[in-house]
């Protein structure tokens, strides 16, 4: 994995990633609350302009990695600042820029208690997740990997909405903190590993790691030790048990980042995979069969939920389980349909927890019983609503049915026999929208708070359009989308074909 510079020789990633922590100790100066919110607000906006420009100077036919920054951090551990982007992590920087727009447009009059606080831990929430997907040293990586879980541990606990918000971010911390101890040591082994074959200093630096051949036991170790981690983190069943509880007990904008930020899914394909390709080609079958598990017992579950919260949350581990099947069929199309279908989760996902956002705002509850009939109260929240869901079950048209008919391309080429059984999930999928769409939005109004309720107001009728025009665009066209990831991807599958014989 070479690299190439950023063409202006500005560190724009660098400036990504530092931007909402200086936007966030800046709001603290704020002469009102107010100006702290404008000001949170034109940081993020800024920060998306700034990542757009990024993705519209990518140029997709190099396999290399652009806008690269590489300097000494600690010499004497041999870990450096390396950071970049190429066709795996360069749509998800924007992507992390929008959503965190969507958190805040979420909480923008829902938060009373320390706005600034809530602000500033929003912000560093993104810098965190930007960091995550653009570092290239696996320390600087588990760094921004670890760092994450303040700011969420903290918007969960002191700004939760439900009485159980202290024990999901007790829980959320535990799950987090046990999820990232087999990595740590993965790295750790790997940077020996890399440190005996040169004869020389360890090094975390993924490029130098990518060329250094790695024993097949040691291979299998490293492989399942970042599996773990990344199993909790996206979550796959059984490690799921966090998140009910995180989307249900905190705010509208940790919700948005939880189930539209897939990072699990992302840390395979950048490092499980490619750090021990032969490894991935002898098991991965075992982590995309518990892919396929997570798919129907997400699928199932919701069926059941009559809260919308708890519904997206086990609709998320469904989600990531058919992304995992893509990513382990160790297909070129599956790979991609994974990546695009972590692209519309950022989307419709996203977009359903704005709006599960905004009915608690308006009812004080997501449960069903609440509901009914509001397709007549308020039309602009019901076809957001639609669409939204429609893309999460892959209806063709939306950017959820590219994503999934190239999962399932690469699933019957390589796993034909987990692709039938997940077949049922996206059954299941579409059972479990419908039938929630069906009961809180057509019908009679259920209630005189029904007949009252306030539609979309500008600001999230605004944010819900974006949405729905990106799952409209991408439907109608994937080819860039695909065109973005298929140098990167082609050459991650040579990676895994060829294996460690292929470093040099």
Do not use: C
């Not at 979420?106 to 560093?124: C, D, I, K, N, Y």
């Not at 990072?263 to 395979?268: A, C, K, P, Q, T």
């Amino acid at each position: 994995m070479s690299a190439i510079e950023s063409s202006a020789g500005f560190p724009v990633l660098t400036a990504l990633v530092l931007l909402p922590v200086a936007a966030a100790l800046a709001l603290q100066l704020a002469p009102t609350d107010r100006w702290a919110s404008r000001l949170a607000l034109g940081a993020m906006v800024a920060e998306l302009i700034i990542a757009i420009g990024v993705l519209l100077g990518f140029r997709p036919e190099l396999a290399q990695t652009q806008f690269a920054e590489r300097v000494e951090w600690i010499p004497t551990v041999g870990a450096v600042y390396h950071v970049g982007v190429d066709g795996l992590s360069v749509l998800f920087v924007p992507l992390t820029a929008l959503v965190a727009i969507l958190a805040l447009v979420s909480s923008w009059r829902a938060v009373r208690f320390h706005p600034r606080g809530f602000l500033a831990s929003l912000l560093l929430l993104e810098a965190t997740a930007v960091g995550i997907f653009v570092s290239l040293d696996l320390l600087l990586f588990f760094l921004f990997w670890e760092a994450m879980l303040v700011p969420t541990y903290a918007l969960i606990r002191i700004w939760g909405v439900g009485p159980e918000r202290q024990v999901a971010a007790g829980k959320y911390a535990m799950y987090m903190l046990v999820g990232s101890a087999p990595m740590l040591v993965a790295i750790a082994l790997l940077g020996i590993n890399a440190g005996n074959a040169a004869m020389g200093g360890y090094t975390f630096d993924l490029p130098t790691l990518l060329s250094t051949p790695v024993p097949l036991a040691l291979q299998a170790i490293v492989f399942f030790a970042f599996a773990f981690s990344f199993a909790v983190k996206s979550p796959l069943f059984p490690f799921h048990s966090w998140l009910p509880g995180a989307l249900l007990e905190g705010p509208a904008g940790v919700a948005i980042f939880l189930v539209g930020l897939k990072l699990g899914i992302y840390g395979f394909l950048r490092f499980a995979i490619p750090l021990a390709p032969d490894a991935a080609r002898e098991w991965g079958w075992i982590i995309a069969a518990l892919g396929v598990v997570s798919l129907l017992y997400g699928g199932l579950v919701a069926l059941t939920q009559p809260n919308l919260r708890r519904l997206l949350a086990f609709a998320a581990l469904a989600h990531v389980g058919l992304a995992t099947l893509g990513v382990f069929s160790l297909d070129q199309r599956g790979m991609q349909g994974a990546l695009l279908l972590m692209v519309n989760v950022a989307i419709s996902a996203t977009g359903l927890a704005l709006l599960a956002g905004a009915l608690h705002a308006r009812f004080g509850t997501t449960e069903l019983t609440a509901f009914g009939g509001l397709a007549r109260y308020a039309p602009r929240l019901t076809a957001a609503f639609l669409v939204f869901g429609l893309a999460g079950i892959g209806l063709p048209g939306t950017s959820g049915f590219p994503a999934e008919l190239l999962v399932f391309i690469g699933a019957f080429r390589s796993l034909p026999w987990l692709a039938v059984i997940a077949l049922l999930g996206t059954v299941l999928g579409a059972a479990y929208f419908l039938a929630y769409f069906m009961r809180a939005f057509l019908g009679p109004a259920s209630s005189d708070a029904v007949r009252a309720v306030r539609d979309l107001q500008p600001r999230e009728a605004a944010a819900a359009a974006v949405l729905a025009i990106a799952i409209l665009a991408i439907g109608a066209f994937p080819g860039p989308l695909v065109d973005m990831t298929d140098t990167s991807m082609r050459a991650l599958v040579q990676r895994v074909a060829d294996g460690t014989a292929g470093a040099r």
